[in-house]
């Protein structure tokens, strides 16, 4: 965690930034795993900038001028600007112009004849990311959401999703009208209106793979990657932890290792997504982009590929990529590595040895949990090698 002897103390050295850790607004509990875990990885990544984490961002404190920002979530434009971040070097994150654009809304176009959308959406995203991403709709109003649902039920059950919704969370599966009404009433009209949902055609056999970027100071790193599921405290299957391979460079490298048909497919759409928010959403920028991808048939048997969701923030992979960057910074021949993240749930778990925890804790919702991050040291690559 962020050394509480910080609290007072936001000098930074000279020529370096303070970090910042930055918790919005919308999260009411300011506590717990997801808490601390931010902090812990806030005090690796300054540890990696070769500075110090201060405290949490708060409005009545001065800080420096130079200082380097972690969210927990996307900044908007205007928070951005309030904040003193203007481009990649000034956040582990991302910046969009409008609230919407950093949800899993912007992965899917409105439904034909769509009344009702945010202001600042854009329709042109929609018909050019329509190959890339899986058959579904953004809906803002129950007209909408019906229209949706009705032209998807024809492959079969279709899943709900709530914009804000984090690993499997706030989502339902629904076969018919009556169930799609439950699930708009549970809503309400005005979070519909404000907030939005998603709705996509259901997938059996899914894989997701994460295709990833990360740019720190002069250290940009891509990757791609598995994510594992895991039971919880509760029963419910949830996201486990991901396995990564990192390169040193840009998605050009990532696109010249020896890559499954599958794998060559997921980064090429998920390159092109991001390529297409960039050209649709001016103003947009991210240091850390991260995108799930899943591969699944539906109902009749029909295969797809597409992006589900976007992440511009810290997110459960963060702990693998800072265990790669650390590698790239200490061995300037290492040009591949291999990463794993692990949320295990329960008591008494076992860490590998060498393993980097990042939280060990009871919270008081999730129960007792586990995370960590280890590094395969024998497999890293190094440009001398080949």
């Known amino acids: 965690m962020v050394d509480p002897s910080l609290a ?5 050295t000279p020529g370096l930034p303070v970090v910042i850790v930055y918790r919005h607004q919308r999260h009411a509990r300011r506590g717990g795993h997801e808490g601390d875990t931010l902090r812990e990885l806030a005090r690796q990544i300054a540890e990696l900038k070769g500075t110090h984490a201060a405290c949490e961002f708060h409005d009545a404190r001065a800080y420096p001028a ?27 994150g991302g910046v969009v112009p409008f609230p919407f654009v950093a949800t899993k809304l912007i992965a899917h176009s409105l439904p ?18 329509a190959s890339l991403v899986l058959p579904g709709y953004a809906a803002f109003s129950r007209d909408d959401a019906r229209s949706a649902a009705r032209a998807l039920w024809e492959g079969g059950r279709v899943r709900v999703k709530r914009p804000y919704g984090i690993g499997g969370a706030g989502q339902a599966l629904i076969a018919n009208e009556d169930e799609l ?17 998603s ?6 056999a899914l894989d997701t793979f994460s295709v990833g970027q990360v740019m720190l100071d002069d250290l940009l790193v891509s990757y791609y990657g598995v994510q594992h599921l895991t039971r919880n405290n509760h029963g419910h299957d949830v996201y486990g932890g991901s396995d990564l391979v990192v390169v040193r460079g840009g998605f050009d490298v990532l696109e010249r290792l020896d890559l499954t048909a599958d794998l060559r ?20 920028f991210a240091s850390r982009r991260n995108y799930d991808v899943a591969c699944g048939i539906d109902a009749a048997g029909v295969r797809y590929c597409g992006v589900l969701e976007q992440s511009w923030r810290v997110g459960g992979a963060t702990g693998a990529e800072i265990g790669a960057l650390r590698t790239f910074r200490a061995e300037p021949e290492a040009c591949v590595v291999r990463a794993s993240t692990r949320e295990i749930y329960g008591e008494n778990v076992q860490v590998p040895d060498g393993a980097c925890v990042v939280y060990r804790g009871v919270d008081t919702q999730a129960g007792p949990i586990t995370k960590f991050y280890t590094l395969d040291r024998d497999t890293v690559q190094r440009s001398s090698d080949s």
Not at 8 to 12: N, P, R
Not at 181 to 197: F, M, P, S
Not at 265 to 284: L, P
Request: hydrophobic share 40%; charged share 25%.
């Open 8 to 12: 007072s103390d936001v000098s930074a």
């Open 66 to 92: 130079h200082r380097y920002l972690i969210p927990d979530d996307t900044l908007t434009l205007a928070q951005a600007h309030k904040l003193g971040v203007h481009s990649v070097h000034d956040l582990y």
């Open 112 to 129: 034909g004849g769509a009344s009702s959308a945010p202001p600042g959406w854009s329709r042109a995203l929609g018909a050019r990311i």
């Open 181 to 197: 009404e439950a699930q708009l009433d549970a809503l309400g009209d005005e979070a519909l209106r404000t907030d939005g949902i």
């Open 199 to 204: 709705i996509e055609r259901h997938l059996e």
């Open 265 to 284: 497919e997921c980064i090429a759409k998920a390159r092109a997504f991001d390529a297409a928010v960039q050209i649709d959403y001016a103003g947009f």
